[in-house]
């Protein structure tokens, strides 16, 4: 998959494969707080909590290295079938992505413009 660069961005429903790098927009900030994250997406005002699991996956969306490296170090952590974990390492980061979380990804659904507060009569 492309989609690399800011000036490759594909679709937010494009299909993740196991070589794209993925990395979180600039704007986006996160902390992590007993295991488990909090993401904030400022264009549309969304707050988005993770479990520990998704968490884990957000941490390897550094900018680093591909998905596969997120799926073999997930595999090295968790118990179960290495075929199960990376298809749901791939769906989480492609989740990431359609919530406009990633560069080069498009969400999926725009963020809504801000609005601005109207005054008080």
Request: hydrophobic share 40%.
């Given at each position: 998959?492309?989609?690399?660069?800011?000036?490759?961005a594909?679709?937010?429903?494009?299909?993740?494969?196991?070589?794209?790098?993925?990395r979180?927009?600039?704007?986006?900030?996160?902390?992590?707080?007993?295991?488990?994250?909090?993401?904030?997406?400022?264009?549309?005002?969304?707050?988005?909590?993770?479990?520990?699991?998704?968490?884990?996956?957000?941490?390897?969306c550094?900018?680093?290295?591909?998905?596969?490296?997120?799926?073999?170090?997930?595999?090295?952590?968790?118990?179960?079938?290495?075929?199960?974990?990376?298809?749901?390492?791939?769906?989480?980061?492609?989740?990431?992505?359609?919530?406009?979380?990633?560069?080069?990804?498009?969400?999926?659904?725009?963020?809504?413009?801000?609005?601005?507060?109207?005054?008080?009569?």
């Amino acid at each position: 998959m492309t989609g690399d660069s800011p000036g490759d961005a594909v679709p937010g429903d494009a299909v993740i494969d196991d070589a794209f790098v993925p990395r979180p927009r600039a704007e986006v900030a996160w902390v992590e707080l007993d295991g488990e994250g909090v993401v904030y997406e400022p264009r549309s005002e969304t707050l988005h909590r993770l479990n520990a699991t998704a968490t884990a996956v957000w941490r390897g969306c550094d900018g680093s290295a591909p998905v596969s490296a997120i799926v073999t170090a997930l595999v090295r952590s968790y118990s179960g079938d290495a075929g199960e974990i990376a298809r749901q390492v791939r769906e989480v980061v492609q989740s990431f992505g359609a919530l406009g979380l990633l560069e080069g990804i498009e969400p999926a659904v725009p963020a809504a413009p801000l609005r601005t507060p109207r005054p008080y009569p």
